[in-house]
């Protein structure tokens, strides 16, 4: 049962053009949404998160919108640049006892930026 | 400076060997994590710690061990019962939920694990 999903494998886009990410989920007792960048062979860096009480957050060219009634968020990278080109892993986290959380990941999307 | 630190990066084991993995954060994170990523199947949890003492399975714990005797070290060993142990593995730590909180999950390097 995946509980995040990342439904495209792979995304290319013009340096310069916005990228938009998309994630979808089942679980509606997620309470924090995350994204991370991750080259091969490294550990995944955080980029943005968001609570799910809030519908956007925005870091620099980095914004995070979540729509909670489809059961959906979607990061949004403007400008793209070519350092951009890596595996986005969607992730969410849920309370699953007191103080326990546990965090479920996405299959990931391949970004590449194109110069 | 602190982070997650992961041991060895590269490992090669022959089948039927167990191996462990070790993971050292000097964060003062209560929580931990492992994580084993595949080719096309993103990150599986496999073992979680929310204190010293205590852990729990995660989605794909068979074949796997972790012990979580002090709050800094979390290792976990591939046992010869783990069918496919060929993979890179993750380890994580979160903090308590205080605010400013992001829910930020904080990663280690890796450990690229080869059977041969």
């Known amino acids: 049962d995946q509980q995040v999903k990342q439904n495209s494998p792979s995304l290319s886009v013009q340096e310069g053009r916005i990228s938009i990410l998309n994630c979808d989920y089942t679980?509606?007792?997620?309470?924090?949404f995350l994204w991370y960048k991750k080259y091969p062979a490294e550990g995944p860096t955080f980029l943005i998160s968001?609570?799910?009480?809030?519908d956007k957050n925005e870091d620099g060219r980095f914004t995070v919108f979540l729509n909670k009634s489809a059961k959906h968020l979607s990061l949004h990278i403007v400008p793209s640049q070519p350092g951009d080109s890596a595996v986005y892993f969607c992730a969410a986290s849920v309370t699953i006892g007191s103080g326990t959380y546990k965090y479920i990941f996405g299959t990931g999307t391949r970004l590449k930026v194109l110069a | 400076d602190g982070g997650i630190t992961q041991s060895p990066k590269y490992l090669f084991r022959k089948e039927g060997q167990n191996v462990t993995l070790s993971c050292e954060q000097n964060l003062n994170h209560d929580a931990m994590y492992w994580y084993r990523q595949d080719p096309g199947q993103g990150l599986r949890l496999i073992y979680y710690s929310q204190i010293v003492n205590d852990f729990q399975k995660g989605d794909i714990a068979e074949g796997y061990s972790v012990s979580r005797e002090k709050k800094e070290s979390f290792p976990l060993t591939v046992t010869s019962a783990q069918k496919n142990p060929t993979a890179f593995y993750l380890c994580?730590?979160?903090?308590?939920?205080?605010?400013?909180?992001?829910?930020?999950?904080?990663f280690g390097e890796g450990s690229r694990l080869t059977v041969l």
């Open positions: 968001i609570s799910s009480i809030k």
């Open positions: 994580a730590s979160s903090i308590r939920r205080e605010p400013p909180y992001t829910g930020e999950l904080f």
């Open positions: 679980n509606s007792m997620f309470d924090y």
